[in-house]
Protein backbone atom coordinates (compact mmCIF):
# COMPACT_ATOMS: atom_id res chain seq x y z
CA UNK A 1 0.00 0.00 0.00
CA UNK A 2 1.08 3.47 -1.25
CA UNK A 3 1.53 6.93 1.00
CA UNK A 4 -1.60 8.54 2.05
CA UNK A 5 -2.17 12.08 2.52
CA UNK A 6 -4.71 14.17 4.47
CA UNK A 7 -5.98 17.66 3.90
CA UNK A 8 -8.98 19.26 5.59
CA UNK A 9 -10.25 20.73 2.08
CA UNK A 10 -12.09 23.80 4.03
CA UNK A 11 -10.83 26.22 5.91
CA UNK A 12 -11.05 29.79 6.55
CA UNK A 13 -8.69 32.65 7.03
CA UNK A 14 -9.04 36.64 8.13
CA UNK A 15 -9.00 37.46 4.25
CA UNK A 16 -12.75 35.64 4.40
CA UNK A 17 -15.16 38.66 4.33
CA UNK A 18 -18.73 38.37 6.07
CA UNK A 19 -21.60 38.38 3.70
CA UNK A 20 -23.74 39.96 5.58
CA UNK A 21 -23.15 43.54 6.83
CA UNK A 22 -20.70 44.49 4.58
CA UNK A 23 -20.89 48.17 5.14
CA UNK A 24 -19.44 47.84 8.58
CA UNK A 25 -16.48 45.62 7.34
CA UNK A 26 -16.78 42.31 9.68
CA UNK A 27 -14.80 39.31 8.96
CA UNK A 28 -16.19 35.67 8.61
CA UNK A 29 -13.21 34.94 10.52
CA UNK A 30 -9.86 36.74 12.21
CA UNK A 31 -7.44 33.78 12.10
CA UNK A 32 -3.94 33.90 10.49
CA UNK A 33 -3.23 31.89 7.33
CA UNK A 34 -0.06 31.22 9.25
CA UNK A 35 -1.96 30.39 12.63
CA UNK A 36 -4.18 28.08 10.15
CA UNK A 37 -1.64 26.27 8.83
CA UNK A 38 0.34 25.57 12.07
CA UNK A 39 -3.37 23.87 13.68
CA UNK A 40 -3.89 22.08 10.60
CA UNK A 41 -0.22 20.30 10.68
CA UNK A 42 -0.56 20.11 14.81
CA UNK A 43 -3.97 18.01 14.39
CA UNK A 44 -2.49 15.39 11.64
CA UNK A 45 -3.03 16.99 8.08
CA UNK A 46 -0.50 16.31 5.67
CA UNK A 47 -1.72 19.10 3.08
CA UNK A 48 -3.63 22.29 3.96
CA UNK A 49 -6.18 23.65 2.25
CA UNK A 50 -7.33 27.80 2.16
CA UNK A 51 -10.75 28.50 1.11
CA UNK A 52 -11.65 32.00 1.59
CA UNK A 53 -14.47 33.70 0.45
CA UNK A 54 -14.18 34.83 -3.16
CA UNK A 55 -10.48 35.51 -2.67
CA UNK A 56 -6.92 33.42 -2.59
CA UNK A 57 -4.96 36.37 -0.55
CA UNK A 58 -5.15 34.61 2.03
CA UNK A 59 -3.51 31.04 0.64
CA UNK A 60 -1.15 33.14 -1.17
CA UNK A 61 0.11 35.36 1.78
CA UNK A 62 0.86 31.38 3.62
CA UNK A 63 2.84 30.68 0.22
CA UNK A 64 5.21 33.31 1.31
CA UNK A 65 4.90 33.04 5.29
CA UNK A 66 8.04 32.00 6.39
CA UNK A 67 8.52 28.47 8.01
CA UNK A 68 5.82 27.05 5.35
CA UNK A 69 6.62 24.50 3.01
CA UNK A 70 4.58 25.68 -0.14
CA UNK A 71 4.67 21.89 -1.30
CA UNK A 72 1.98 21.20 1.11
CA UNK A 73 -0.61 24.57 0.88
CA UNK A 74 -3.31 23.53 -1.48
CA UNK A 75 -4.17 27.38 -3.13
CA UNK A 76 -8.10 27.33 -2.73
CA UNK A 77 -11.17 29.42 -3.24
CA UNK A 78 -14.66 29.40 -1.85
CA UNK A 79 -16.52 31.08 -4.57
CA UNK A 80 -20.19 32.38 -4.13
CA UNK A 81 -22.44 31.97 -6.79
CA UNK A 82 -26.18 32.09 -8.01
CA UNK A 83 -28.45 29.90 -10.17
CA UNK A 84 -29.86 32.73 -11.77
CA UNK A 85 -33.59 32.10 -12.75
CA UNK A 86 -33.68 31.65 -9.04
CA UNK A 87 -31.74 33.96 -7.59
CA UNK A 88 -30.50 30.84 -5.33
CA UNK A 89 -26.97 31.09 -3.72
CA UNK A 90 -24.19 28.44 -3.26
CA UNK A 91 -20.69 27.97 -2.40
CA UNK A 92 -18.18 26.06 -4.76
CA UNK A 93 -14.72 25.54 -3.45
CA UNK A 94 -12.20 25.40 -6.28
CA UNK A 95 -8.53 24.24 -5.64
CA UNK A 96 -5.26 24.29 -7.64
CA UNK A 97 -6.21 27.73 -9.13
CA UNK A 98 -4.48 30.85 -10.27
CA UNK A 99 -4.91 34.77 -9.68
CA UNK A 100 -5.65 34.34 -13.19
CA UNK A 101 -8.14 31.56 -12.44
CA UNK A 102 -9.45 33.51 -9.71
CA UNK A 103 -10.38 36.28 -11.71
CA UNK A 104 -11.44 34.26 -14.34
CA UNK A 105 -14.23 32.73 -12.01
CA UNK A 106 -14.65 36.32 -10.37
CA UNK A 107 -16.24 37.25 -13.37
CA UNK A 108 -19.01 35.15 -13.76
CA UNK A 109 -19.76 34.11 -10.79
CA UNK A 110 -23.40 35.16 -11.18
CA UNK A 111 -24.10 32.43 -13.09
CA UNK A 112 -23.20 28.62 -11.14
CA UNK A 113 -23.35 27.43 -14.48
CA UNK A 114 -20.94 29.38 -16.29
CA UNK A 115 -18.06 28.89 -12.97
CA UNK A 116 -18.81 25.24 -13.21
CA UNK A 117 -18.13 25.63 -16.88
CA UNK A 118 -14.75 27.75 -16.17
CA UNK A 119 -13.62 24.96 -13.42
CA UNK A 120 -13.96 22.46 -16.39
CA UNK A 121 -12.46 24.35 -19.16
CA UNK A 122 -9.39 25.17 -17.10
CA UNK A 123 -8.97 21.66 -15.27
CA UNK A 124 -9.83 22.66 -11.58
CA UNK A 125 -11.24 20.76 -9.18
CA UNK A 126 -14.05 21.72 -7.73
CA UNK A 127 -16.42 21.05 -4.74
CA UNK A 128 -20.32 21.53 -3.91
CA UNK A 129 -20.37 22.79 -0.37
CA UNK A 130 -22.83 22.16 1.84
CA UNK A 131 -25.61 22.10 -0.87
CA UNK A 132 -28.85 22.36 1.14
CA UNK A 133 -27.55 24.94 3.41
CA UNK A 134 -29.55 27.80 0.94
CA UNK A 135 -31.92 25.63 -0.57
CA UNK A 136 -35.25 26.51 0.66
CA UNK A 137 -37.71 25.20 -1.94
CA UNK A 138 -36.45 28.36 -5.04
CA UNK A 139 -37.34 25.02 -6.58
CA UNK A 140 -39.00 22.00 -6.02
CA UNK A 141 -36.17 19.16 -5.17
CA UNK A 142 -36.55 16.87 -7.83
CA UNK A 143 -35.54 19.94 -9.98
CA UNK A 144 -32.78 20.91 -7.67
CA UNK A 145 -30.99 17.86 -7.17
CA UNK A 146 -31.35 17.34 -11.39
CA UNK A 147 -29.39 20.49 -11.47
CA UNK A 148 -26.95 19.85 -8.70
CA UNK A 149 -26.18 16.20 -10.56
CA UNK A 150 -25.67 17.64 -14.00
CA UNK A 151 -23.50 20.31 -12.74
CA UNK A 152 -21.25 18.17 -10.01
CA UNK A 153 -19.36 15.16 -9.54
CA UNK A 154 -18.15 16.30 -6.31
CA UNK A 155 -19.95 17.02 -2.69
CA UNK A 156 -19.06 17.82 0.60
CA UNK A 157 -20.29 15.20 1.95
CA UNK A 158 -18.51 15.99 5.45
CA UNK A 159 -18.90 19.50 6.39
CA UNK A 160 -17.70 20.37 9.80
CA UNK A 161 -20.08 23.70 10.50
CA UNK A 162 -23.45 22.32 9.73
CA UNK A 163 -25.69 20.11 11.66
CA UNK A 164 -24.81 16.51 11.53
CA UNK A 165 -28.35 15.99 10.18
CA UNK A 166 -27.48 18.19 6.54
CA UNK A 167 -24.12 16.23 6.57
CA UNK A 168 -26.64 12.96 6.72
CA UNK A 169 -28.86 14.01 4.05
CA UNK A 170 -25.82 14.64 1.91
CA UNK A 171 -24.82 11.22 2.27
CA UNK A 172 -28.70 9.51 1.35
CA UNK A 173 -28.29 12.33 -1.64
CA UNK A 174 -25.18 10.40 -2.52
CA UNK A 175 -26.51 6.62 -1.93
CA UNK A 176 -29.30 7.84 -4.26
CA UNK A 177 -27.85 8.75 -6.60
CA UNK A 178 -25.63 5.93 -6.82
CA UNK A 179 -29.05 3.72 -7.66
CA UNK A 180 -29.72 5.85 -10.60
CA UNK A 181 -26.21 5.28 -11.55
CA UNK A 182 -24.84 8.70 -11.16
CA UNK A 183 -21.83 8.81 -8.93
CA UNK A 184 -20.99 11.80 -6.30
CA UNK A 185 -17.99 11.75 -5.03
CA UNK A 186 -17.42 13.23 -1.32
CA UNK A 187 -15.15 15.30 -0.01
CA UNK A 188 -14.82 16.40 3.86
CA UNK A 189 -13.46 20.06 5.20
CA UNK A 190 -14.18 21.27 8.36
CA UNK A 191 -15.57 24.98 7.36
CA UNK A 192 -13.32 26.25 10.47
CA UNK A 193 -13.79 29.71 11.03
CA UNK A 194 -11.61 29.77 14.84
CA UNK A 195 -8.56 27.79 14.81
CA UNK A 196 -9.55 25.44 17.34
CA UNK A 197 -11.98 23.91 14.49
CA UNK A 198 -8.95 23.78 11.82
CA UNK A 199 -8.54 19.70 11.31
CA UNK A 200 -11.45 18.86 13.27
CA UNK A 201 -13.11 16.90 9.50
CA UNK A 202 -10.81 16.20 6.46
CA UNK A 203 -10.09 14.60 3.03
CA UNK A 204 -7.96 11.48 2.87
CA UNK A 205 -6.40 9.73 -0.66
CA UNK A 206 -4.00 7.58 -1.54
CA UNK A 207 -0.37 10.35 -2.98
CA UNK A 208 2.50 11.34 -2.24
CA UNK A 209 2.27 15.19 -2.78
CA UNK A 210 -0.10 17.56 -3.39
CA UNK A 211 -0.83 17.34 -7.56
CA UNK A 212 -1.58 13.12 -6.54
CA UNK A 213 -3.50 14.16 -3.69
CA UNK A 214 -6.12 16.63 -6.10
CA UNK A 215 -5.94 14.08 -8.87
CA UNK A 216 -7.07 11.61 -6.57
CA UNK A 217 -9.63 13.08 -5.34
CA UNK A 218 -10.66 14.29 -8.39
CA UNK A 219 -10.72 10.22 -9.55
CA UNK A 220 -12.90 9.66 -6.40
CA UNK A 221 -10.33 7.64 -4.96
CA UNK A 222 -10.59 9.54 -1.27
CA UNK A 223 -12.66 9.29 1.59
CA UNK A 224 -13.61 11.56 4.26
CA UNK A 225 -13.66 11.45 8.41
CA UNK A 226 -13.93 13.66 11.11
CA UNK A 227 -16.79 15.43 13.19
CA UNK A 228 -19.07 17.86 12.67
CA UNK A 229 -18.94 20.41 15.07
CA UNK A 230 -22.25 20.97 17.24
CA UNK A 231 -24.75 23.89 18.17
CA UNK A 232 -23.21 24.69 21.74
CA UNK A 233 -20.19 24.64 19.75
CA UNK A 234 -20.85 26.79 17.22
CA UNK A 235 -22.24 29.07 19.35
CA UNK A 236 -18.80 29.31 20.92
CA UNK A 237 -17.42 29.85 17.87
CA UNK A 238 -19.53 32.86 16.65
CA UNK A 239 -19.38 34.58 20.24
CA UNK A 240 -15.77 33.97 19.47
CA UNK A 241 -15.43 36.00 15.99
CA UNK A 242 -17.89 38.12 16.76
CA UNK A 243 -15.85 39.48 20.07
CA UNK A 244 -12.95 39.39 17.85
CA UNK A 245 -14.60 42.31 15.64
CA UNK A 246 -15.51 44.12 18.64
CA UNK A 247 -11.61 43.77 20.18
CA UNK A 248 -10.46 44.92 16.84
CA UNK A 249 -12.72 47.65 16.90
CA UNK A 250 -12.19 49.31 19.90
CA UNK A 251 -8.02 48.72 19.66
CA UNK A 252 -8.20 50.78 17.06
CA UNK A 253 -7.62 47.85 14.07
CA UNK A 254 -11.09 47.24 12.12
CA UNK A 255 -11.29 46.64 8.68
CA UNK A 256 -12.32 49.74 7.61
CA UNK A 257 -10.31 51.37 4.84
CA UNK A 258 -10.52 54.95 5.94
CA UNK A 259 -10.79 56.88 9.01
CA UNK A 260 -14.41 58.19 8.47
CA UNK A 261 -15.46 55.00 7.84
CA UNK A 262 -13.80 53.42 10.65
CA UNK A 263 -15.67 55.65 12.58
CA UNK A 264 -19.01 54.65 10.89
CA UNK A 265 -18.14 51.21 12.16
CA UNK A 266 -17.54 52.26 15.88
CA UNK A 267 -20.55 54.09 16.11
CA UNK A 268 -22.75 51.42 14.50
CA UNK A 269 -21.03 49.00 16.81
CA UNK A 270 -21.59 50.50 19.45
CA UNK A 271 -24.95 51.37 18.93
CA UNK A 272 -25.55 47.38 18.33
CA UNK A 273 -24.00 46.74 21.27
CA UNK A 274 -27.21 46.20 23.35
CA UNK A 275 -28.31 43.33 20.84
CA UNK A 276 -25.10 41.71 20.87
CA UNK A 277 -25.04 41.99 24.54
CA UNK A 278 -28.51 40.30 24.46
CA UNK A 279 -28.05 37.33 21.94
CA UNK A 280 -29.00 38.41 19.09
CA UNK A 281 -26.17 36.27 17.01
CA UNK A 282 -26.90 33.62 19.32
CA UNK A 283 -30.62 33.96 18.35
CA UNK A 284 -29.60 33.90 14.47
CA UNK A 285 -27.05 31.07 14.65
CA UNK A 286 -30.11 28.78 16.38
CA UNK A 287 -32.27 29.87 13.74
CA UNK A 288 -30.10 29.00 11.09
CA UNK A 289 -29.57 25.69 12.63
CA UNK A 290 -33.24 25.66 13.03
CA UNK A 291 -34.13 25.83 9.39
CA UNK A 292 -30.76 23.64 8.38
CA UNK A 293 -32.24 20.59 9.93
CA UNK A 294 -35.61 21.30 8.40
CA UNK A 295 -34.33 21.11 5.31
CA UNK A 296 -32.52 18.27 5.89
CA UNK A 297 -35.53 16.36 6.75
CA UNK A 298 -36.99 17.65 3.75
CA UNK A 299 -34.36 16.16 1.51
CA UNK A 300 -33.81 12.93 3.47
CA UNK A 301 -37.81 12.22 3.60
CA UNK A 302 -37.84 13.34 0.14
CA UNK A 303 -34.84 11.31 -1.40
CA UNK A 304 -37.40 7.52 -1.68
CA UNK A 305 -40.03 8.70 -3.73
CA UNK A 306 -37.88 10.73 -6.01
CA UNK A 307 -37.87 9.15 -9.80
CA UNK A 308 -34.66 7.96 -11.25
CA UNK A 309 -33.00 10.78 -13.04
CA UNK A 310 -31.64 10.20 -16.33
CA UNK A 311 -29.36 12.85 -17.71
CA UNK A 312 -25.94 11.31 -17.96
CA UNK A 313 -23.49 11.79 -15.16
CA UNK A 314 -20.56 14.19 -15.56
CA UNK A 315 -17.54 12.22 -15.68
CA UNK A 316 -14.71 13.99 -14.00
CA UNK A 317 -12.17 11.63 -16.29
CA UNK A 318 -13.41 13.28 -18.95
CA UNK A 319 -12.10 17.06 -19.07
Known sequence: MGPTLRADM?????????????????????????????????????????????????????????GVDPARVLVGEEVECRFPETGQWVHVNVYGLSVEDHRHLAAVRGDVRQVVACCKERALLHVLNHPFQSWR??????????????????????????????????????????????????????????????????????????????????????????????????????????GTYYARLYAGRGEAPTRATYALDLAFATASLAAVATGVPAWVVLGSQARQKLVSLVVLRGLPNLAPMSAPAYNPLSD
Open 10 to 66: HAHTRYSGWRHLRFIHPRDCYTDPLDLYRGALARGMDLVAVTDHDTVEGALRLLDAP
Open 137 to 242: GQKPLEAYLEDLLELFSHVEGLNGAVPALQNRAVGSLCARAATWGRRLIQVGGSDAHVPRRVGRAWTQAPAADAPGFLAAVRDGRCTVGGEANTTPGLLRDVTEVV
